[in-house]
């Protein structure tokens, strides 16, 4: 290792062979020998995109904590995070709304973005079925989006059009089950002529309705 990474700090050591093999990391730079076995490499490639997940969770909760204990130094910090304010305006808002108990650690920052919004035992729930059914992002999203009120179809339409207008009918003061007796007429005609007039009126209704 050259002088000019010297101070970096050396996190782990391999064995191959006889020979140690070093890696070392600063806030710069990253340095591996040849040699690393490839699930090495991936294991500490999902780790830090775990680490950069929780950073978000951790300024986050640091935040709010300085918006309560240092009001008035709080505005100053703010202005001194390398984030734009929407960034740290969504840190600070999963951190205040998904309390640190109902956070799944299965699970990134995002999906707790997602269920932000919901009371907390629906986030609770939510996060568990995301957790079980390992749903990503976007699944989890769409599971939570509000269900579009249910539109009736033409047929849907026509039916409940047809009831209310049977509805309607067996309410008049004129209609009697055996009014079209095919024996007798039991209706007086002045009654069956009112009654003809208001079966006229509510298909009118209904004409206009879905004209």
Same mark, same amino acid.
């Given at each position: 290792m050259s002088e000019e990474k010297s101070d970096c700090r050396m996190l782990e050591i391999f064995q191959r062979g006889g020979e140690l093999l070093r890696y070392s990391i600063d806030e710069v730079s990253l340095i591996m020998p040849d040699g690393v076995d490839f699930h090495?490499?991936?294991?500490? =490639?999902? &780790?830090?995109?775990?680490?950069s997940d929780s950073i978000r969770f951790w300024l986050g909760d640091l935040v709010v904590y300085s918006e309560r204990n240092h009001k008035e130094m709080h505005s100053q910090l703010l202005d001194e995070m390398d984030y734009s304010k929407q960034s740290i305006s969504d840190m600070m808002w999963v951190s205040k709304r998904v309390a640190a108990s109902v956070r799944r650690k299965e699970?990134?920052?995002?999906?707790?973005?997602? =269920?932000? &919004?919901?009371?907390?035992?629906?986030?609770r729930r939510c996060l568990d079925i995301a957790v079980r059914e390992k749903l990503s992002v976007l699944a989890l999203r769409e599971m939570i989006k509000p269900k579009p009120p249910h539109k009736e179809s033409k047929v849907e339409s026509f039916e409940n059009a047809l009831l209310a207008i049977v509805k309607k009918i067996k309410s008049s003061d004129y209609f009697d089950d055996d009014m079209f007796d095919k024996k007798e007429m039991v209706a007086e005609p002045v009654g069956i002529t009112k009654f003809c007039t208001e079966i006229a009126m509510i298909a009118r209704d209904v004409i206009v309705a879905f004209e």
């Open positions: 090495t490499v991936e294991g500490m =490639v999902f &780790k830090m995109k775990g680490i699970l990134t920052w995002s999906h707790h973005r997602e =269920v932000a &919004k919901l009371p907390m035992e629906e986030q």
